[in-house]
């Protein structure tokens, strides 16, 4: 009756044409790379410069993360110093148990390995002997969490723990509680 063209008619004819054109560019693209050395030469070209690029990237951004790392953990310990430290004995005890249990939970999760430092780093500050803890920590604290802790011992320098943070000298208690990094 009459001679209209129906929409799903031109829909698929449409998605017809398409689809024949990238499957002609593909053949097409495979051809030129199989025959054409200077093609290949080109696409080789290419995919290093790309590498490259992408390289150069990353490492800026990782340099950048470092920086930023750096800065968030000096803040950090200057704001903890400056809250202070309890003085008394069954405060520091008490202080220290929640420190070191608030640590473990944050260190579960990657994205608060700074404030699972932060913990026990503030722990590591009121406990008697640092460098005996500080061998505690090298057997049960994750390294990226560990490493957090040692930067934040090496910025503060007042942590007597031997050459784990290069801190005001040697341990207090004669022990050696260096920390192989």
């Known amino acids: 009756m009459s001679s209209s063209v129906r929409p799903a008619t031109i829909a698929l004819a449409t998605l017809g044409a398409l689809t024949t054109g990238c499957l002609a560019y593909a053949v097409y693209f495979d051809h030129k ?3 054409d050395p200077e093609f290949r030469k080109n696409l080789k070209r290419e995919s290093k410069r790309i590498a490259k690029v992408a390289k150069e ?7 950048a993360q470092g920086a930023k790392q750096k800065r968030l953990i000096r803040e950090a310990v200057t704001e903890a110093i400056e809250e202070g430290f309890p003085t008394n004995v069954e405060e520091k005890e008490a202080y220290f148990m929640n420190e070191v249990g608030h640590g ?13 430092g932060l913990c026990f780093y503030k722990a590591l500050k009121v406990y008697p002997q640092p460098g005996d803890l500080i061998t505690i920590y090298d057997k049960t604290v994750p390294k990226p969490v560990l490493d957090i802790v040692a930067e934040m011992v090496a910025f503060d320098g007042s942590i007597p723990v031997g050459g784990f943070g290069g801190g005001s000298g040697s341990d207090a208690g004669g022990s050696t509680g260096a920390v192989d990094d």
Not at 57 to 63: C, G, H, I, M, R
Not at 105 to 115: D, Y
């Open 33 to 35: 790379r199989r025959t």
């Open 57 to 63: 990237e990353a490492k800026e951004e990782a340099e």
């Open 104 to 116: 473990e939970v944050l260190c579960q999760n990657e994205s608060t390995h700074i404030e699972a």
